[in-house]
């Protein structure tokens, strides 16, 4: 069955999510709403120093938006940042070097970015793709510390400032490669069975879409979206993805062009991008396709992610949510 859809999900990328997708869907493309100036308004892009999270960056320090980069690598991030400053002219470019896969780290940072700022849009990018099982010094599977814990953990921190401000938005950017995923939450570590990086990270984005269903339920105030940003050539496919990026090579969108739907979420007007909580495929038609789960399965990500002792102290785990068994 997994090979089926997987082959299913293959012929249907090849048509919708490579370049020539982009280039058919983008006939109905509506430019005046990415044709605005954001000048006022926050905006945090984690994972910002290349691919998608720097086109997305770039494309909102043009509009005037003030952009806070989150990132990991100190040395890459400067360099993105100078990049952007240089040719956007936008000087309010903030870096800020995070860990996302240490919760602890990403809590200790919002308690100090709330202190000194505001914040009006979050993107969540950033993510990785290890192909061999490498744990935290937390004792975490690394792609589930990053794409999964990490994305929650900075979130939930920074929900209560989103909430001051005026039309407050987060967008994950999560993969259609979770489509070819049953939601398992028996297996969260990825310790019962032979690793597989890919898969894992494809269960990561479906947990990622289903924490963006919640949330938005949650926190009614805020728009949460979660997209497909379509076959993408990016510094992290080419690393992690190399017999994939070898196969398609030409075939793969450029890096603006996985970052429209990302950019349209983030800067449309609130009714076009209402209603809050869905899952948006690899282009910012008005039109887009759900991946739900089943009520109860959603609900033992939600309530039980997390089986091991993570402590982050000070966290709001929303009255038992994503409790740990371990000790939270």
């Known amino acids: 069955m997994l090979l089926y859809r997987s082959a299913v999900w293959f012929a249907k990328g090849l048509r919708e999510y490579t370049k020539s997708g982009y280039e058919s869907a983008s006939k109905d493309f509506i430019p005046d709403e990415l044709e605005v100036q954001v000048p006022g308004r926050a905006f945090m892009v984690t994972g910002g120093n290349s691919g998608i999270g720097k086109a997305t960056a770039f494309e909102i320090a043009k509009r005037g938006g003030t952009v806070h980069l989150v990132c990991r690598d100190q040395n890459r991030a400067e360099g993105a940042r100078g990049e952007i400053i240089r040719e956007s002219g936008n000087q309010n470019i903030f870096l800020?070097?995070?860990?996302?896969?240490?919760?602890?780290?990403?809590?200790?940072?919002v308690e100090?970015?709330?202190?000194?700022?505001?914040l009006n849009v979050l993107i969540n990018n950033a993510?990785?793709?290890?192909?061999?099982?490498?744990l935290t010094e937390d004792?975490?599977?690394k792609n589930f510390a990053t794409n999964t814990l990490g994305v929650y953990v900075l979130t939930t921190a920074l929900i209560p400032v989103l909430e001051k401000e005026h039309d407050p938005r987060v967008i994950t950017v999560s993969s259609g490669g979770m489509l070819v995923q049953k939601l398992n939450t028996d297996d969260l570590q990825s310790e019962r069975t032979a690793f597989d990086g890919t898969m894992v990270y494809a269960q990561n984005k479906r947990q990622q879409v289903v924490l963006t269903e919640r949330w938005a339920r949650a926190h009614p105030a805020?728009?949460?979206?979660?997209?497909?940003?379509?076959w993408v050539d990016t510094p992290g496919v080419r690393l992690s993805m190399p017999g994939f990026h070898a196969r398609l090579g030409a075939r793969l969108r450029s890096e603006a062009q996985g970052a429209d739907t990302v950019l349209w979420l983030a800067l449309a007007p609130t009714d076009a991008v209402q209603p809050s909580g869905r899952f948006f495929q690899g282009d910012f038609l008005p039109g887009c396709e759900g991946a739900p789960d089943p009520p109860l399965r959603a609900a033992r990500v939600w309530e039980g992610l997390f089986p091991f002792p993570v402590i982050v102290p000070g966290l709001p785990w929303q009255g038992g949510s994503f409790a740990c068994r371990g000790g939270l």
């Open 222 to 230: 805020i728009h949460f979206s979660c997209m497909h940003p379509g």
């Open 96 to 109: 800020h070097i995070v860990d996302l896969s240490d919760p602890k780290t990403v809590w200790k940072f």
């Open 139 to 141: 004792g975490l599977e």
């Open 112 to 118: 100090n970015f709330k202190q000194e700022h505001t």
């Open 127 to 134: 993510g990785c793709m290890v192909n061999k099982r490498e």
